[in-house]
């Protein structure tokens, strides 16, 4: 079994370390673990740590002996999804899937067909949301490099975004829609690549121009219609294939 992961504001070096607050009462309340265990400190950002499990005190006290510390490199090839705002709870299925498959950063987007749209305190709740569920995925998924979520934009905040990309796809949900496959686009070796996943009702004519405008093209993943909450995982398990991340 591979050692679980806790985040850490900053990651130590060698020596010893207490782990408490919410990560020590998982480890020690929820986790049970004990002197002799493995375990690895991140703080999500690409750096991490082996560590021992010393002793475990109280119900939140853990104490870890840290023997390497080490930097995970930022991919090369970076990858973004915005993701229209699905309706109840997809949203966060959508985050936690594409945190453990591997994608880099997640843009919310209101889009014009969403029934679901965030304002006020109930935007900042469901953004709250999203973060803490691609935290928790990502510790899930023993990753020590977190995807970003950003703050949810707009249609035109959205083409800005594509149009500084390097390679930028609007994933079509017509399967009869005469736009490329996704599996043989021509991909950077490096740089950003930005994917938009529409809501349940497909992106509009009008969206779909402003962002073809911006030099995002339309792209198919296959002959099937997927959900908007899991065609970002399809198409981001794609592109780390292709792009020889996950070789």
């Known amino acids: ?18 782990l408490d607050g919410s990560e020590g009462r998982h480890a020690v309340s929820v986790k049970r673990l004990r002197a002799g265990e493995d375990v690895v400190l991140t703080d999500g950002r690409g750096a991490w740590a082996d560590c021992t499990v010393l002793a475990a005190e109280g119900k939140d006290q853990l104490t870890v002996q840290v ?3 080490y930097e995970d490199p ?21 985050v936690e899937i594409m945190t453990e498959t591997g994608v880099d950063a997640i843009v919310p987007w209101a889009a014009s067909r969403c029934i679901t749209q965030w304002k006020g305190d109930r935007g ?6 999203w973060r803490a569920t691609a935290r928790e995925a990502g510790k899930q998924s023993r990753r020590t490099r977190f995807p970003e979520v950003a703050d949810a934009m707009t249609t035109k905040q959205v083409a800005a975004l594509l149009a500084d990309a390097d390679f930028a796809a609007v994933l079509h ?18 740089g950003e690549i930005v994917l938009v996943v529409g809501p349940e009702g497909g992106v509009s004519a009008e969206e779909l121009a402003v962002f073809e405008e911006a030099g995002a093209k339309p792209y198919r993943l296959g002959h099937s219609v997927l959900r ?20």
């Open 173 to 190: 949900e017509d399967r009869d829609h005469p736009s490329g496959a996704l599996a043989s686009a021509a991909l950077p070796a490096e």
């Open 228 to 247: 908007t909450s899991t065609a970002g995982t399809a198409a981001t398990a794609l592109l780390l294939g292709r792009t020889g991340r996950w070789s």
């Open 67 to 69: 023997s390497a510390a």
């Open 1 to 18: 079994m591979t050692a679980p992961v806790f985040v850490v504001d900053a990651v130590p070096g060698t020596g010893t370390f207490l």
């Open 124 to 129: 900042l709740k469901a953004l709250g949301k």
């Open 74 to 94: 930022a991919p090369t090839v970076r990858i973004t999804v915005v993701q229209a705002l699905p309706k109840g709870d997809r949203g966060e299925l959508a």
